[in-house]
């Protein structure tokens, strides 16, 4: 049974400081007043960041994938990172004993964070010394802002697990410290990993800035988080469906949305970390979750030994 939950109003753009605090959350735990405020503070959005950009994100069936696929091909270059076959994208969430970030999500606040490993390729060959993500994602408004640095994994654990801070150069210590005042203020720890297989188009000529992906088999689990565990991983989105994204700096051109329209593309607020929370029972699953319409196919293991 899905169960609906009601988005608070978002709260009005803040002049000079940070959006007011949060009040209690429909449906979520009732959090210590101390603790939502030193929450909000952490909240608030860096005026560090990579880049800006908005997102677009449907969910798309195999047969217009196909179509798809050949339409972006045609105008549009493939990522040199990935190939014909595409890549492995391993991302293990951090998140509260109350789920705050996630509760944010579906609450729609106009101001979130996430915090995640991630790692591209094969993660059945992750060891201490493969270079991984460590990406603070956030949402401002319309904006998703994200920043990252590369790390080996053993550095990574040591930052995001022990809570260690570790050898950086002068440009990153403002990030280095605002992941310590997370995982430490906010007492943050593993709490779902995701994994998909990537195809990646980058725009050219005048549409240079646009990104397009797609995401295959979207897996997770809700446990032996280290990303080059031997580990069940259970599909989490429908086999039949993939995860569409657009992502532009500043416009979408109108071929992509008149391709979308004519493809009868709908936009959805899914999120992979989200719908793996839901899917392990870690939170009721809200309007957002995506559900197979075939009760058998819901949620079938899925061991994954070598992939790229």
């Known amino acids: 049974m899905r169960l609906p939950f009601r988005a608070r109003p978002a709260p009005p753009d803040a002049v000079g400081g940070e ?20 929450g909000h503070a952490l909240r608030a959005p860096s005026r560090l960041h990579a880049f ?28 040199s990172h990935g190939g014909t076959a595409g890549y492995g994208v391993w991302s293990v969430y951090y ?18 964070r996430k915090l995640r ?14 270079t991984v993500y460590v990406e603070i994602k956030q949402r401002v408004n319309r904006v998703t802002q994200k920043r990252r640095i590369a790390l080996p994994y053993r550095l990574a654990r040591e930052l995001c697990d022990r809570r260690v801070p570790v050898e950086h150069d002068e440009s990153q210590r403002a990030f280095v410290e605002e992941v310590l005042e997370l995982v430490s203020g906010l007492d943050l720890r593993p709490v779902a ?42 599909l989490i989105v429908p086999a039949k469906l993939s995860v569409v994204e657009i992502k532009a700096n500043e416009r979408v051109p109108y071929w992509l949305t008149d391709l979308a329209a004519r493809s009868n593309m709908s936009v959805v607020r ?3 970390y989200c719908q793996s929370v839901e899917a392990f029972g870690r939170a009721p699953r809200s309007v957002f ?7 058998a196919a819901d949620l079938s293991p899925v061991t994954v030994t070598s992939e790229a």
Not at 25 to 31: E, F, N, S, V
Not at 61 to 74: I, K, N
Request: include cysteine.
């Open 19 to 38: 959006p007011p605090a949060p009040g209690p959350r429909p449906g979520a735990p009732d959090t210590p007043r101390d603790a939502d405020r030193a």
């Open 52 to 79: 800006n950009r908005y997102e677009i994100k449907y969910l798309v069936d195999s047969g217009t994938v196909r179509s798809l696929r050949d339409e972006f091909a045609r105008r549009m270059d493939l990522d």
């Open 95 to 112: 998140d509260t004993a109350r789920l705050r970030f996630y509760w944010e999500k579906i609450e729609g606040l106009r101001f979130r």
């Open 117 to 130: 490993i991630r790692h591209y390729g094969d993660h059945c060959a992750v060891t201490d010394d493969t």
């Open 193 to 234: 990993m995701t994994g998909y297989q990537r195809e990646a188009f980058v725009g050219r000529d005048a549409d240079a800035g646009l990104r397009v992906t797609l995401d295959h088999r979207v897996r997770g689990r809700d446990r032996d988080f280290h990303l080059g565990a031997d580990a069940e991983n259970r």
């Open 270 to 272: 899914m999120s992979k």
């Open 289 to 295: 979750h995506v559900v197979d319409d075939d009760p």
